[in-house]
């Protein structure tokens, strides 16, 4: 017999601090490579995909994660406007229609693909706005691995 943990709703998606001081040096290491387009969309769509996961986004979840997309180190290559319209524009999409979203989302993360190391930043970025916004239960697990298979990524890699 295995034994399997239980997913706890309030906890953390990256299980230690070391975990995150370490993916967060990468990130920041990788920085200038991070400024095409198809890493900002893939990005802000992950975390709008993160946001809206548990299907009852409050007005607070919504604006602390749309804060930590305009605030991360990384996102910071890019105009907060142009940030914020993209979170919310694909935020906007899966509560509208989510089926209808959630192919969108899953198209704009896909658009990082091709290039393995862009790919990789997303998920990670996906998973540290989601951490700091506390959206980490298993619905938002479920939708970082489908980001990771529309990646072609494992999930594995990613402790999910």
Do not use: Y
């Amino acid at each position: 017999m295995t034994f399997a943990p239980r997913r706890i709703p309030d906890a953390t998606l990256i299980h230690t601090a070391e975990t995150t001081a370490v993916w967060r040096a990468q990130l920041l290491a990788q920085r200038n490579a991070l400024r095409g387009a198809n890493f900002r969309d893939a990005a802000v769509a992950l975390c709008a995909l993160v946001a809206v996961a548990d299907g009852a986004t409050a007005a607070r979840d919504h604006a602390l994660v749309a804060e930590l997309v305009t605030t991360d180190p990384v996102l910071r290559n890019f105009p907060v406007d142009d940030l914020r319209a993209l979170f919310e524009d694909n935020c906007n999409r899966l509560a509208n229609d989510p089926v209808l979203g959630c192919a969108h989302v899953l198209r704009q993360i896909a658009k990082a693909g091709a290039r393995p190391a862009e790919a990789d930043a997303v998920i990670r970025t996906g998973i540290l706005i989601g951490s700091g916004a506390g959206a980490c239960g298993p619905a938002a697990t479920d939708a970082l691995r489908d980001a990771c298979r529309a990646l072609r990524l494992a999930p594995e890699r990613f402790g999910l």
